[in-house]
């Protein structure tokens, strides 16, 4: 007790506050990195490249969620 220091151990309360802290959690940024090849053909040197996938238009771009 803070009044005259006796032990409050074995008292039961008779009251119970509750406070709440909501918030939103870290966010972590996830970056993928997509590459493809270009080549030079050792015949006819016709250059030929892969595709990026159809979503990828940009060399840096955010994704649907950040988008979002």
């Known amino acids: ?5 006796a032990s409050l151990r074995d008292v039961k309360p008779f009251k119970v506050d509750i ?3 909501f918030d939103v959690p870290r966010v972590a940024i996830e970056v993928t990195q ?4 270009v080549k030079s053909c050792p ?7 892969a595709e990026f996938p159809s ?7 955010y994704g649907p969620r950040l988008t979002a």
Do not use: F
């Open 1 to 5: 007790c803070q009044g005259c220091g």
């Open 19 to 21: 406070r709440q802290v």
């Open 43 to 49: 015949h006819c040197r016709c250059v030929q490249q």
């Open 34 to 37: 997509h590459e493809r090849e």
């Open 55 to 61: 979503h990828v238009t940009n060399h840096v771009q």
